[in-house]
């Protein structure tokens, strides 16, 4: 499989990566503060549940975006290649990365998202997993409001059209999201910190 760093040419994938993502974006108190109460996750050891994949993919994948360290992405690549296999990884992998760019180029503020090794989804990685929930379900206005409440801009249909080839592959992997992780997205817009309810 190869990958392209972000800005900086082409790159082939590697074992080399030892252990988990080395480098991620931190958050601020505010956003630690709702991931402390927004979605907990019992144990990200055991990332075969689909809003563990889609979670942990978001994250590796905007963190290789915002950092240039290719090892996020080769993390996320061993995860889904592990769960799937290398081939039908490969399309889950591509699907998730288009998802993830779109998010990042679309965004009018940077994406946030949480450290490996943290026990929960923050609020942008919960608003990702949310929207491939209600794709997978076939939530339209949900989907629509966890787009605009993750990137808060009217660039939504870059964004919503990746969203939903993600979400069919996943579904053609039997890696389909719960519907309880489909939220009242519009609790959220302009308001980062805030925790559901």
Partial sequence: MTLKRAGRGRGR?????????????????EAVSACATFRSVSDF????RPEQLVGLGFRGWISGYQSGDVGCWEKVWRLYSGEFGA?????????????????NACSRRRVEVGPFGSTC????ESLAISMVAAFQHNTCPA???CAFALVESSMLDEVLHHAGSFALTMRTLDAVIPPAW????????????????
Avoid: H, K, Y
């Fill in 13 to 29: 994938a590697t074992a080399s990566m030892r252990g988990g993502i080395e480098r991620s974006t931190s958050l601020s108190a």
């Fill in 45 to 48: 050891t055991d990332a075969t």
């Fill in 87 to 103: 081939r039908r990884a490969e399309a889950a992998v591509a699907g998730l990365s288009n998802f993830a760019r779109s998010v």
């Fill in 121 to 124: 989804f923050c609020r942008d």
């Fill in 143 to 145: 989907m629509r409001a």
């Fill in 182 to 197: 489909i939220v009242n997205a519009n609790a959220f817009v302009g308001t980062p910190a805030a925790s559901p309810n």
